[in-house]
C-alpha cells in the first residue's frame, strides 16, 4: 500500500520560514514511487556548484531550511529531498508514521531519481554531497561502488555503527527472527507513532541547543504524519545488515571519492570511535570530531555549528579536477587542521560512548 503524496508543498513556520524561492518536485523512483524534492539556485550570477543534501532518519526538508539558507548564502545551488518512508515522500505501509523500508538497496532508487531528474539535468556544477547519518552511510556504500554523483563529500556522524542499542548482535538477531515471522511491517519493540523531534528537550539524544530544538519541534508538530516515529523492524533489520558491510577494513580503502567526514564527541547515537577507525582508512578522507556535540551536529549551539562550517568551507568546493588525489588529500587535511586536527571527548573514546549513553 502506497501513501498518496502527489500534493507537493513545503510548510512554513514563522519560526522557520522557507528560505530562497525553492522549486517543488515529485521525482519517481525506478519501482514507482513518489518522492518530495525541492532545489534552490543563489543569486549570485555564477554558482559555486550545487550541494545535495542527504538526510538522515526520520527528517524533513523543514529542518534544513537553516542549513539551505547558509548554503544559499554561500553561493550554492541546493537540492533537498526526502527519502522514502519519510517526510512526505511515498509510504510502503498503511500508517504513514511507520518509518519503513524493506531494504536499504531501495535507497540508491531514490538518490538515482534525484540524480537523473534534477541534479543532472538542473542543477550547476560541481555537484557536492552533504549528508547525516543514515544518509551518510548511504552515500559512502555509494561512493564504493562509485556511482555516487558527487565530486566531493560531507557527512555528519554517518550510520557507521550504532551506541544507542546496548546489546547490537542480541538485537540484530531479534530483528532478523522477528521479520522473519512476519513482523517487519510493526514498530520495532517499544516503539509507536511519536516523533523524536517532539520528545521533552532534556534527556535528548539529537542537540543541545534548546532553540533549535523547540524550532524543529514546532515543525514537526506542524507537518505531521511527514513527522514519522520509530522504525519498523524491517528497517531495523535491514540497517543492520547494511552496518555490517562498514567493519570489513577494506571497505574504506576502495573509497576513492574525495570525503570529509565530521562526528560528534558525545554522540549517544552512531558509535564515534568505529566512525574514527573508519575514516583512518579512507584513500583520500579524513575524520573530525567535534567535542561535545551530540548527534546532529547542524542542529547544534552556534560555537559547534560555527566549526562545522569552517571544515565544510575549507573542503568544499575544493580545486578542479586537474588537482588530483593528492591535491585531495591535502585539502582533505587542511579542512581537519581548521579545527586543530581531529579531536574526540575523552569520555567517548576511554568508553566505548557509554558516557554519552547515561547522559
Not at 514537526?220 to 504524519?225: L, S
Amino acid at each position: 500500500m502506497f501513501w498518496d503524496s502527489s500534493a507537493v508543498q513545503l510548510y512554513d513556520h514563522p519560526e522557520n520560514p522557507i528560505p530562497g524561492d525553492p522549486t517543488l518536485v515529485n521525482v519517481t523512483a525506478k519501482d514507482g514511487l513518489a518522492l518530495r524534492a525541492a532545489y534552490w539556485m543563489p543569486g549570485a550570477e555564477k554558482p559555486k556548484g550545487t550541494v545535495c543534501i542527504l538526510q538522515g532518519r526520520a527528517e524533513f526538508i523543514e529542518k534544513y531550511f537553516e542549513v539551505i539558507g547558509e548554503l544559499l548564502e554561500r553561493g550554492f545551488a541546493v537540492v533537498a529531498f526526502d527519502w522514502r518512508g519519510q517526510g512526505f515522500s511515498g509510504r510502503q505501509v498503511g500508517n504513514p508514521r511507520k518509518g519503513h523500508v524493506r531494504r536499504f538497496a531501495d535507497y540508491r532508487h531514490d538518490l538515482e531519481a534525484v540524480r537523473d531528474q534534477i541534479l543532472v539535468p538542473h542543477m550547476p556544477e560541481p555537484h557536492f554531497g552533504l549528508a547525516h547519518s543514515m544518509g551518510g552511510a548511504i552515500a559512502l556504500s555509494a561512493a564504493y561502488e562509485s556511482w555516487l554523483p558527487f565530486r566531493r563529500l560531507v557527512t555528519s556522524t554517518p550510520m557507521i555503527a550504532l551506541c544507542m542499542i546496548r546489546y547490537t548482535r542480541a538485537a540484530a538477531l531479534t530483528a532478523r527472527i522477528l521479520k522473519l515471522l512476519g513482523f517487519g511491517k510493526t514498530f520495532v519493540p517499544g516503539g509507536g507513532e511519536t516523533s523524536i523531534s517532539t520528545l521533552p528537550f532534556k534527556g535528548n539524544r539529537l542537540t543541545s541547543d534548546p532553540v533549535r530544538y523547540a524550532r524543529n519541534a514546532h515543525v514537526a508538530n506542524a507537518i505531521g504524519a511527514g513527522a514519522i516515529g520509530a522504525p519498523t523492524v524491517s528497517w531495523l533489520d535491514a540497517a543492520f545488515r547494511f552496518m555490517r558491510r562498514f567493519v570489513d577494513p577494506r571497505y574504506a580503502l576502495k573509497i576513492r571519492l574525495p570525503t570529509l567526514i565530521i562526528a560528534a564527541g558525545a554522540d549517544p547515537v552512531c558509535a564515534t570511535p568505529a566512525t574514527e577507525r573508519f575514516a583512518a582508512r579512507l584513500k583520500a578522507g579524513r575524520a573530525i570530531v567535534l567535542p561535545g556535540a551530540r548527534h546532529e551536529i547542524l542542529m547544534e549551539r552556534d560555537v559547534i555549528r560555527e566549526q562545522f562550517w569552517a571544515a565544510f568551507d575549507a573542503f568544499i568546493p575544493g580545486s578542479p579536477d586537474s588537482a588530483g588525489a593528492k591535491q585531495d588529500a591535502v585539502e582533505t587535511a587542511s579542512a581537519a587542521e581548521q579545527l586543530d586536527g581531529g579531536r574526540v571527548d575523552a569520555a567517548v573514546a576511554g568508553r566505548h560512548n557509554a558516557p554519552a549513553l547515561s547522559g
